[in-house]
């Protein structure tokens, strides 16, 4: 588990390929790993890779095919600026909110432009993802615990300040930028509680308005 807070930003310095999946080396630039041991989990631009390697500058670590489907991974080159966090542990301050590290789809920088000193964005989810984004809400773009300021169906809208910017990897989207979304675990666990004993059967369509009206939590 991760709390979204960004610890460093590191860099993509190796690409393997092997068999279908991927093996990565990244430079883990001011992230200290003198706690880190093989095994540990580190996400990397929201994404919760598992340590193989440490060379000492950084770690390797293995991305597996489905991991290249669903995220971003498959699109990194050599050079690439990546959002780094260490798993949180018990004496952690959670100064996001709970990430997983589990990507739920690709987003899209729609735009970006200047707010007095911050940068405002909006981007784009995937359609399945829409009923889990609220406004005021958390969500977690490359690893990044941010609120939403705006929902317009699978759009939304971001307020960066300066040390965001400064800090992780948002001072360089732009229009057309992808991005690794995690929406918030809480909305997740709450559709499926709303299903009660329906949950154990097939759900062709997840949770639907016709659902709720029929068990009386919408009233249309």
């Known amino acids: ?4 807070i960004i610890e460093a930003v590191g860099r993509i310095t190796e690409l393997k390929p092997q068999g279908g999946d991927l093996r990565v080396r990244v430079e883990s630039g001011k992230l200290d790993l003198t706690d880190v041991q093989l095994g540990d989990s580190i996400a990397t631009n929201g994404v919760c890779l598992t340590v193989v390697e440490l060379p000492g500058d950084g770690y390797w670590a293995d991305v597996s095919a489905e991991t290249l489907a669903v995220t971003t991974v498959g699109n990194w080159k050599m050079g690439d600026r990546v959002n780094l966090e260490k798993a949180l542990t018990p004496q952690t301050r959670l100064g996001g909110h709970i990430v997983s590290g589990h990507v ?4 899209e920088v729609v735009w970006r432009k200047r707010e007095a000193r911050a940068e405002r ?3 784009r989810a995937p359609a399945e993802l829409a009923k889990y984004i609220a406004h005021k809400g958390s969500i977690t773009v490359d690893g990044t615990s941010l609120t939403v300021n705006a929902v317009e169906g699978a759009e939304f809208e ?4 300066p ?4 800090e992780t990897i948002m001072g360089g989207y ?3 930028s992808r991005v ?3 929406v918030d675990l809480i909305a997740r666990y709450l559709e499926r509680l709303l299903l009660g004993d ?6 062709s369509e997840g949770l639907t308005v016709e659902f709720l009206a029929q068990h009386g939590f919408y009233k249309p």
Request: charged share 15%; aromatic share 6%; no cysteine.
């Open 121 to 123: 964005f909006r981007l």
């Open 1 to 4: 588990m991760f709390t979204g």
């Open 158 to 161: 971001l307020t960066i300040v």
């Open 198 to 203: 329906k949950a154990a059967e097939p759900q």
């Open 174 to 176: 732009q229009a057309g």
């Open 180 to 182: 690794n979304l995690e």
């Open 104 to 107: 739920d789809g690709i987003g």
């Open 163 to 166: 040390h965001t910017l400064q």
